[in-house]
């Protein structure tokens, strides 16, 4: 099922011209350290290696990418479509969803700071949920500058502002709110994050409006709704169907975003299948040219368990699975070669490694599903000629090696 989860993630990738790249699973601890969230920093499986180097195993993908892009990249034509697949580390209690080995696909767009970029990553995201068959999943959107605004307009330090959106993330609302009033956020300003706390609603342009209304006077705030509006209502005129939750509460655990956040959600389970979100400054953090990018991290795993719980049928791919069976030992030689012809017209087969009677054979092909088998014995090789079965209907014809091929194609 992974396996299908991560074709799925690659021919999204595929679709929308994204370039797969592969990073290392161990990097060094400083490059991963350096811009994650205490969250993430604090739930590293880090090490010393032989040589004294402070190393880790992946807990995301993002600070290789942007190593990569700021190293490798550096004089490529902008924008770059990157995305990796793999598996990441985290120290947690394992539960439902939440393990210390998970997986991702984790897609990039870089260069662009218009609001197109953004909405791409959130239809892509949505084509992915679609693509593998899970229904009623939501969208919550926020804007980190939104909250961020009005606590620098109250000259509340990055440090309280991350601690305050981290409970926000957490939807410790409560907690979050006595950290900013006891970092000097006025009554005023209280008054909007209150407000803003209970504005939630699947009326999407209408609730960026109201929170425009509402955060009046916090410029960078009302910057940050506008980019917010442009960017989903650039995703709904596109066509794109797709249930969004506004919520200018929403601020991803880690503290790199710049912009736009969004995660997914299904209502069997409580944790998000993937979040994402744009991120500014990382790439020159990393000592790359100053690049905007927005990406987005899909958990597979979390996908997987969505599908189970909404008993989503794989959808089945329709390429034809060929069992090629010699009767007797004397003929293996023609299996091979007629499996290898076979293969060359891009049909996939297997030959009976067994030497098992024609029944038994037949049985295990039945058993693992093929679709034919092709059966190699004196007889018809007489004639040049083998007999093809098909395992479905259970009928079968005695066919010139010639001809396998363009039947089983067509
Ligand atoms: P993050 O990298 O924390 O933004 O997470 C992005 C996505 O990765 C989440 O929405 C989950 O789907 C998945 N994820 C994060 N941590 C875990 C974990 N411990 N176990 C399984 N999936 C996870």
Same mark, same amino acid.
């Given at each position: 099922m992974l396996e299908y989860v991560e074709g799925q993630a690659r021919k999204m990738g595929q679709l929308y011209g994204y370039k797969e790249i592969i990073t290392p699973l161990v990097e060094s601890y400083e490059l991963l350290a350096a811009k994650a969230g205490e969250e993430v920093r604090l739930r590293m499986y880090a090490f010393e290696d032989l040589g004294r180097r402070m190393i880790a195993l992946r807990p995301e993908f993002t600070p290789s990418v942007a190593r990569v892009v700021a190293t490798?990249?550096?004089? !490529? %034509? $902008?924008p770059f479509r990157l995305f990796c697949i793999g598996s990441l580390y985290r120290y947690d209690e394992p539960q439902q969803g939440r393990y210390r080995e998970f997986w991702q696909s984790n897609f990039e767009l870089m260069g662009s700071n218009k609001p197109e970029a953004d909405a791409e990553i959130i239809t892509l995201t949505n084509d992915l949920m679609k693509a593998v068959g899970l229904k009623n999943y939501v969208f919550r959107v926020g804007h980190v500058g939104v909250l961020r605004g009005i606590l620098s307009e109250d000259k509340v330090d990055d440090k309280a502002q991350n601690s305050v959106l981290q409970l926000m993330d957490k939807k410790q609302y409560e907690e979050a709110l006595k950290l900013a009033e006891d970092s000097g956020a006025s009554q005023e300003s209280m008054a909007v994050l209150r407000d803003l706390v209970d504005m939630k609603s699947l009326k999407v342009m209408e609730t960026v409006e109201n929170m425009r209304e509402r955060i009046k006077g916090y410029e960078t705030a009302v910057k940050a709704a506008e980019n917010l509006d442009e960017i989903l209502r650039l995703v709904l005129e596109s066509g794109c169907k797709i249930d969004m939750n506004v919520d200018a509460? =929403? +601020? $991803? &655990? =880690?503290?790199?975003?710049?912009g736009m956040v969004f995660e997914v959600n299904v %209502? !069997? =389970? !409580?944790? +998000?299948l993937g979040g994402g979100g744009r991120y500014d400054r990382l790439i020159e953090l990393f000592g790359g040219e100053p690049t905007p990018a927005v990406g987005i991290a899909h958990g597979l795993d979390r996908i997987m368990l969505a599908m189970q719980k909404q008993k989503t049928g794989l959808k089945e791919d329709d390429e034809k699975k060929v069992m090629i069976i010699p009767?007797? &030992? !004397?003929?293996v030689a023609k299996a091979l070669e007629i499996s290898r012809m076979l293969r060359d017209a891009g049909i996939s087969v297997e030959v009976e490694v067994m030497r098992r009677k024609v029944g038994k054979a037949l049985e295990d092909a039945d058993r693992r599903e093929m679709n034919y088998a092709i059966m190699v014995g004196e007889k018809e090789l007489k004639e040049g000629s083998v007999v093809l079965r098909d395992l479905k209907k259970r009928e079968q014809k005695i066919l010139k090696i010639e001809s396998l091929a363009k039947t089983l194609i067509t």
């Open positions: 490798t990249f550096k004089n !490529e %034509p $902008r509460c =929403l +601020a $991803r &655990g =880690l503290q790199y975003y710049t %209502p !069997e =389970l !409580e944790v +998000a009767i007797t &030992g !004397e003929f």
